[in-house]
């Protein structure tokens, strides 16, 4: 009888899968074909949260609270915030920074997928191993002493693995300097020679964008070049403020004038 239960699947057991598993595949889909970054962003937490579920009904309780804690609320939560601070929209996935970076990606995407495939068809399991015997003096002492006597060369050729690619981020994302350092004296010597002693104005079109890259618009409309760091003015990555917003403003402004008008007209004649 405990052989027959440990192979048969329950009914909860079966809904829990089919519901949760079609909507971590609707999310996992929805990240890599969602326009914007941020809401891609929001779809792979929603995947993460599922497999966390997973791991949870299968008795993995620390890989469970790891997957939520580290994964979903650190991770996926700092990459949301860089993403809405530095203002990433959907024109900038079409610039490709390697070139042929897409084929290659393709073509990697196509090789994993042929030797997932072949490892599954050739996958066999003669024996089930159940989790009392796993879990015996705890999941997380059960899971260390897997990781440190019978996968330790594996487990830390994943961590030189996540260390390269730690370090390969960064030098991908490294720029080199338009201009030499200046020193913490120069900077304060500069600062009180110059005409602005306050900390420069905050980049963005008042509340209709923060980003970096985007000039802050003065009280008469037009752009101000001290919002927008020099290095990005030099490296031409700065997206101008369309006439769009503009003419928002200058109307808005303008609507401002004649309420103002008709309230001292108001007055006058009472």
């Given at each position: 009888?405990?052989?027959?239960?440990?192979?048969s699947t329950s009914t909860g057991e079966a809904?829990?899968?089919?519901?949760?598993?079609?909507?971590?595949?609707?999310?996992?889909?929805?990240?890599?074909?969602?326009?914007?970054?941020?809401?891609?962003?929001?779809?792979?937490?929603?995947?993460?949260?599922?497999?966390?579920?997973?791991?949870?009904?299968?008795?993995?309780?620390?890989?469970?609270?790891?997957?939520?804690?580290?994964?979903?609320?650190?991770?996926?939560?700092?990459?949301?915030?860089?993403?809405?601070?530095?203002?990433?929209?959907?024109?900038?996935?079409?610039?490709?920074?390697?070139?042929?970076?897409?084929?290659?990606?393709?073509?990697?995407?196509?090789?994993?997928?042929?030797?997932?495939?072949?490892?599954?068809?050739?996958?066999?399991?003669?024996?089930?191993?159940?989790?009392?015997?796993?879990?015996?003096?705890?999941?997380?002492?059960?899971?260390?002493?897997?990781?440190?006597?019978?996968?330790?060369?594996?487990?830390?050729?994943?961590?030189?693995?996540?260390?390269?690619?730690?370090?390969?981020?960064?030098?991908?994302?490294?720029?080199?300097?338009?201009?030499?350092?200046?020193?913490?004296?120069?900077?304060?010597?500069?600062?009180?020679?110059?005409?602005?002693?306050?900390?420069?104005?905050?980049?963005?079109?008042?509340?209709?964008?923060?980003?970096?890259?985007?000039?802050?618009?003065?009280?008469?409309?037009?752009?101000?070049?001290?919002?927008?760091?020099?290095?990005?003015?030099?490296?031409?990555?700065?997206?101008?403020?369309?006439?769009?917003?503009?003419?928002?403003?200058?109307?808005?402004?303008?609507?401002?004038?004649?309420?103002?008008?008709?309230?001292?007209?108001?007055?006058?004649?009472?």
């Amino acid at each position: 009888m405990t052989d027959l239960a440990a192979y048969s699947t329950s009914t909860g057991e079966a809904f829990q899968f089919w519901v949760l598993g079609t909507v971590a595949v609707i999310g996992a889909l929805c990240t890599v074909f969602m326009k914007k970054a941020v809401h891609s962003a929001l779809c792979l937490a929603g995947t993460m949260i599922i497999l966390a579920v997973f791991y949870l009904a299968n008795g993995a309780y620390f890989l469970g609270i790891v997957q939520i804690v580290v994964y979903t609320g650190a991770i996926m939560m700092l990459f949301l915030f860089v993403v809405m601070l530095v203002g990433v929209t959907a024109a900038d996935s079409l610039k490709e920074t390697i070139k042929g970076q897409r084929w290659l990606a393709l073509v990697c995407g196509l090789g994993f997928g042929v030797l997932l495939f072949a490892g599954i068809g050739n996958a066999s399991l003669k024996e089930f191993a159940g989790l009392t015997q796993a879990n015996a003096n705890g999941n997380v002492e059960g899971l260390a002493a897997l990781i440190f006597t019978k996968y330790v060369f594996a487990f830390e050729i994943t961590g030189a693995l996540l260390i390269t690619a730690a370090v390969g981020a960064m030098v991908l994302t490294h720029r080199e300097r338009t201009e030499r350092a200046m020193t913490q004296r120069e900077m304060s010597e500069q600062r009180v020679r110059g005409k602005h002693l306050p900390p420069l104005p905050a980049p963005g079109v008042y509340a209709r964008h923060n980003a970096v890259d985007i000039a802050g618009l003065l009280p008469d409309g037009t752009p101000s070049e001290l919002t927008v760091n020099k290095t990005l003015r030099d490296r031409g990555q700065i997206r101008d403020v369309s006439s769009e917003a503009l003419n928002d403003l200058k109307a808005l402004e303008q609507r401002a004038e004649e309420r103002l008008e008709r309230t001292k007209t108001g007055e006058g004649s009472k």
